[in-house]
Structure formats: C-alpha cells, structure tokens
C-alpha cells in the first residue's frame, strides 16, 4: 500500500492514505443530493446516478474488493471565493487522479476508481449511447452514496486544512 500511495505523492497528489475498506458505507442522503441534480449530471452519465446503480449494487461492488487509498489534492485561494482556484485546483486533481488510475490499472486492471465529481473523461457524455471508454470511466465517490468528509475522516485524514484551501478527494479500490 505505501508503494502506491508514494506512487500517488510523487505524482503530485497532496495527500494519499489507506482506505479501510470497512469504512465504505454508502448513504440514501448522500445520493438523494445527486438527485438534486446541483451539477447537472443526474441522469445524463452512465457514470453518475441513477446509472452507476443503486445503493445496493454500488455497496456490493466496492465489498468486492480487499485494499483502497484515499487520494486529496489541496488548493489555496487568494479570496473567500475564488473560482479560479477551484478550477485550477479541480483541473489538477483530475489529470492526477486519471493518471493515477491508468498506472494502477496496469497491475490491477479491475480496479474501481471514484473520482471527485462526474468522470469527465469525454468532455461530454454519450449517454444515452454507449459509453465510448468504459474501462476508464469513473464513478464519483458522491455518485456511489459515499459521504466524503466522514470518509476521510473514518480513515485518518483531514478534509479541510485551513482557511482558504479547497480539498478534491477521490479514491481506488484493488
């Protein structure tokens, strides 16, 4: 585990730490906030839900596995409100963490990776089609009814570190 989550730091990530399986407990009030369709994605990603599949199936999906590590990256922003510094520091976590997953596939080419938000590995969905990269596309960690700061918490690692930071936390399972 420490390989892979030095693997992780080194290629950028702020933060990396071994997720305890166990602590892995999807919520309805979780998943009813993806209902309410605040990103606009409900209903229209075959990553995100109701199309990556219910409480139960997700529950059982990630009870497959044995080992996990959470993954954060941390911006700093120059104001209360700084939308530039959520972008850039989304942007980052996203290229980190896709290339992260293609480097874990390669020795565990069935491993789960939810991200920070929808998979934005095509700028736009193909749903209703089929999905265009279906062994890259990646579930939210939301998306799957996990409830993001218990998470974190649960497994040792802060969420918010200090004032004016932004955390974007995703995590895989192998």
């Known amino acids: 585990m420490e390989i892979w989550i030095n ?6 990530f702020t933060h990396g ?13 979780v998943r009813d ?12 990603n075959w990553t995100c839900p109701p199309h ?3 409480l139960e199936a997700c529950r059982a999906k990630m009870q497959r596995y044995r080992r996990g590590i959470l993954l954060q990256t941390v911006g700093t922003m120059e104001k209360a409100i700084d939308t530039k510094a959520y972008r ?16 874990l596939r390669e020795e565990y080419p069935h491993a789960l990776c939810l991200g920070a938000g929808g998979c934005r590995i095509c700028k736009t969905c193909a749903y209703p089609d089929p999905c265009r990269f279906p ?6 960690v939301e998306g799957y009814g996990l409830f993001v700061t218990r998470l974190c918490r649960d497994n040792g690692l802060s969420y918010h570190y200090g004032e004016r930071t932004i955390t974007y936390t995703a995590c895989v399972l192998f």
């Not at 693997?7 to 950028?12: F, K, V």
């Not at 850039?88 to 480097?103: Q, S, V």
């Open 33 to 44: 906030m993806c209902a309410a369709d605040q990103c606009g994605a409900y209903g229209k």
């Open 7 to 12: 693997r992780a730091l080194e290629l950028g």
């Open 135 to 140: 062994e890259k596309a990646c579930s939210s």
């Open 52 to 54: 990556c599949g219910s």
């Open 88 to 103: 850039r520091t989304e942007e980052k976590h996203l290229e980190l963490f896709h290339r992260f997953c293609e480097m």
């Open 17 to 29: 730490a071994v997720l305890d399986i166990s602590t892995l407990n999807p919520r309805q009030d």
